[in-house]
């Protein structure tokens, strides 16, 4: 497990070892603050020996960006506190930290029956194929989209994070813009190709660049599946996919965090690299692989309510090694057990735990 446990410095960032908490939304911020115990869940996994950590998705400051009246904000006296809280406490216990900028787009009504005062906003009000319920956006709600973007940019630098990643993933709004399916604007931030539908992103990630300066590291975490399109692939081919990174690092982007289900299958044939490797090969930048790591089930079928036993890490270690990429995710083991990465490294491989639905439910602190 070595190679797992090596520094890794990038710009700002500069971590004890290769492993990331994997950003997880929690849902535990009432009316978008968090608390101190959403802090004493980050100092957790940061004294459990977590190199870097990702936050759950929290929010820029517009009336629609989430569907989900518990998520935390990055905007605002009080939310911006509650995050002062949470990296203070995280560098105490010596970890090293950056938020998840997050805007959802087109989306479901939460089931609570709460949503926000003005509709839901994405490139053309889809939020999957057939399913229109909210607003296309217009340009002036597209500009302060975008500076929205860099005002939590800059406040997360003044905050003191390491770093930071904007979610371009999962069907929220960067990835919106992306698919074709549901981006089917005719003027500049729509089009025919993945490249000419990357335009919002690389006007969102410029902003950010540009508040936070050349030397503060930015992640941009990007995936090909959909969760209402699970085979779906926006880059079908190797050219395709550098065609679609390219401009996304000219623009700033210093390390690609590649989603995907299940970090041992092949991206394209011909080839067993995964997303991860595939990304830094056609970009030449840093990337972050994810998809059930170290569990023998896969996350989705974890709403359902199926529980994960550990898994060997050797697979994962062999592609690390062969430098496929350069950071590793984990998800679900780190939420249900804080001292997951501490038990990796002392190779305490018998007190790792599974994982469980009622950890979803729950900040888990021991």
Excluded at 143 to 160: E, N, P, Q, V, Y
Excluded at 246 to 262: E, K, M, N
Excluded at 284 to 289: W, Y
Aim: with cysteine; hydrophobic share 40%.
């Amino acid at each position: 497990m070595d190679s797992l446990f090596r520094p890794f410095n990038l710009k700002s960032l500069n971590i004890k070892n290769r492993i990331v908490m994997a950003p997880m939304t929690r849902s535990f911020s009432p009316d978008g603050v968090p608390t101190d115990l959403v802090a004493a869940y980050y100092a957790k996994r940061a004294q459990g020996e977590v190199g870097l950590i990702l936050s759950e998705g929290t929010v820029i400051e517009r009336v629609a960006s989430s569907n989900d009246p518990n998520i935390p904000h990055f905007y605002g006296t009080e939310a911006l506190a509650g995050w002062q809280k949470v990296i203070d406490g995280v560098h105490t216990a010596g970890g090293s930290m950056g938020p998840q900028i997050w805007h959802m787009g087109v989306m479901d009504d939460h089931h609570s029956g709460w949503l926000p005062a003005e509709p839901f906003e994405g490139p053309s009000g889809f939020g999957r194929p057939g399913f229109k319920n909210g607003k296309a956006m217009t340009d002036s709600d597209i500009a302060d989209t975008i500076a929205a973007f860099g005002r939590a940019a800059a406040d997360a630098k003044r905050l003191g994070f390491d770093t930071l990643e904007l979610h371009g993933a999962h069907g929220y709004l960067i990835d919106q813009f992306f698919w074709e399916e549901t981006n089917q604007r005719t003027d500049i931030f729509g089009g025919k190709t993945l490249p000419e539908r990357s335009r919002f992103a690389v006007e969102v990630i410029k902003e950010v660049r540009k508040q936070v300066g050349e030397e503060f590291a930015v992640i941009l975490r990007l995936s090909q599946w959909k969760p209402s399109a699970y085979t779906n692939q926006l880059a079908k081919t190797p050219q395709e996919m550098e065609a679609w990174l390219t401009p996304l690092a000219d623009a700033g982007v210093d390390i690609f965090h590649c989603s995907q289900r299940r970090f041992w299958e092949s991206e394209f044939d011909g080839s067993d690299l995964n997303f991860a490797g595939w990304a830094k090969k056609v970009s030449g930048k840093a990337t972050i692989t994810v998809g059930s790591i170290g569990l023998n089930g896969e996350f989705l079928a974890a709403f359902a309510g199926e529980s994960s036993q550990p898994a060997s890490l050797d697979e994962l270690v062999r592609r690390m090694d062969r430098g496929d990429f350069d950071l590793v995710a984990v998800g679900r083991p780190l939420l249900a057990d804080p001292a997951w990465t501490k038990k990796i490294h002392e190779q305490r491989t018998a007190e790792l735990k599974g994982f469980t639905k009622k950890a979803l439910g729950e900040l888990v602190l021991n």
